[in-house]
Structure formats: C-alpha cells, structure tokens
C-alpha cells in the first residue's frame, strides 16, 4: 500500500495561512478574553468588551422595583469588537459544518458554490435576527401601539433586549467586511457585497446613534410595511412632538433635516432594493426565453423534410436511376 502525500501547509503568516486558520486565530482571541474575566486585576478591563456598558438604573413610583435602561457610548465600540469575534467564529462553524457538507453533496460549480455559501449564511443571520427582532416587537409592544415609535422622543434609554440586538447587528455586519478576504470571494462579487454591507451598516449605526428604533428592528420584514411606517415616525409621528430641537447632550436630534434625510435615505434604499429585485426577476425571465428560443428552432428543423439535391442518382441493384425516373444515358466502351 502507497502512503497518502500530505498536503503542505502554507507557510506561517502567509495569505494561505490566515485564511485557513483565521477562525482558529480568532477563536483564542476571544477566549483569552474570557479567562481575563478570572482574574482582578484584567477584570475590570475585560468586562467593557464582553457586557453591555452604561448601565442607568431607575427607582418605580412605589421605590419597590427597578428598572433597568442602558445608553450608548463609546465603550460601545469594545462590546462591538467582541461579538464581531463572536460572529465570525460563528460563521466558520455554519460554513464548515453544515454549507460545505451540502456542496459536497450537491456538487455545485465555482460560481454557484460562492452564492449558496453567501445566500445560506444570509439566510441563518435573517431568520435569526426575524427571530429576535419579533420578540422585541411583541415584549415592546411595538405591534399593538406603533405611536410609541416617536411618542416621548428623545428615547434616550434602551431596554438590554433593544440595545443589545444592536451591538449584535452592527457587529455581524461589520464582521463581513473581513469575511470577503476569508473567504476568498471574487473580485466581481466584491463591489456588490460592499454595496449592502454599507448601507446595513450606515442603517443600523445612524438608527442606533440618532435613538430611532424602527430600522433595526424591521430591516428583515416586508419593504412595504418598513416604508410606511418610515412615513409615519419621520414624516407625522416626530414632526407632531413637543419637544423638537437638536440637542447632542440629551440625544435630541428632531429637527427638520435629520428627519428628512433618515427618510430619504429609507426610501432610496428600499427603492434600490425594489430595482435590484425586479431587474433579477427580468434577467431571470429573459434567460428563460432565450433558452426555449434555440429549442424550438431545432425541433422545426428536424421535423421539416429534406430537399433531394437535383441531377443526384440513385443506384438501385447495381444500376443508376436518375431522380425523375428517366433511365441514364449508357456509355458505351471504347474498342481496345
């Protein structure tokens, strides 16, 4: 028996290298991490980036009870970090132990096997963040009372559940930027995956930052139900507030140009996704199209019988027969 040849591993800290081990890599980040938790004198740092930060506390009317809001700020951006860690170990997992099974199953090409890792680690980040976002929306009772979108703006505290769905947003997309070097995504596909890698971020962060709720948590639903009731908390809900002014300290940002440009950029951007839906569909039906067009052609053609070429002779048992069934001139053989 022939000893299997083992494949050489890339030299350390090549482009190879990172790619195959960066979920390893990323992995002992995190842990280390975590054990600096055990320890007093790495707690106290540690625990910026793995709880959420800026915790206010509330006393209830009869001071039995509390209540429990968080706010924004710049330690966020180390609780950010972390679960960005979080997102793509998580991403290696889902890529190495369910989408690389079924494309070994399905034995998909180059091109299709790149859409269907991106489509399928899409579809588990949406269908948990729909999860989650409508368990937000029913314990908020975002559903049944859609005013308290804008009602008692500034909303300038979250409940934890509310908060933290958006550290966890912004950190899964912002953990796709270095997914495309990872994953050695095309360099066709990269312009296209920036371009809604971008806009969720912007999204989110804008939503996250100016105290609107209403992006974060329907970004996954209908385009139809995220657009109204844009027009309602911008266009009516904030302008009908008592309190409008700009204010950095409070977290007041409802003025006239805020509130349009959140609209705007809403609207152009599920316009933008509209377009890019349709002119799918489009491509999808002209490719059809195309394909049926060669198939009948064919078909037309052999069923269509073929013309006998002219002055073309048959023989039959030896003897030539013209195609008009006049019998052909004998020539008659030269004396030795």
Known sequence: MGLRRKNRSPAVLSHEFVIQNHADAVSCLAMGLLLGLMFEVTAKYVIIFITVQYNVTYATDDKSEHVHFYDYGPKDIATIFFYMLIAIILHAVIQEY??????R???LSKTKHSKFNESGQLAFFYLFSFTWGASI???????MNPTSLWKNYPHSRMLFQ??????CQIAYWLHALPELYFQKTRKE??????CYICLYIAHISGAYILKFTIWALLFVMARLLTLTLSVLTFGFGLARIENPGFS???GNFNVLTVRISCLTAICLTQAWMMWKFINFQLKKWREHIQNQIPKKKITNTKSKPTKKEPNRANFVNGAAKLEDGASPRIRKSKPV
Request: charged share 30%; net charge negative.
């Open 137 to 143: 929306l029913t314990a908020e009772e975002f559903m």
């Open 105 to 107: 199953r399905l034995h």
């Open 248 to 250: 950095i300290a409070d």
């Open 189 to 194: 596909d990269v312009p296209r995956q920036l």
């Open 162 to 167: 509310v908060k933290f769905f958006y550290i």
């Open 98 to 103: 369910i989408l690389d099974k079924i494309n």
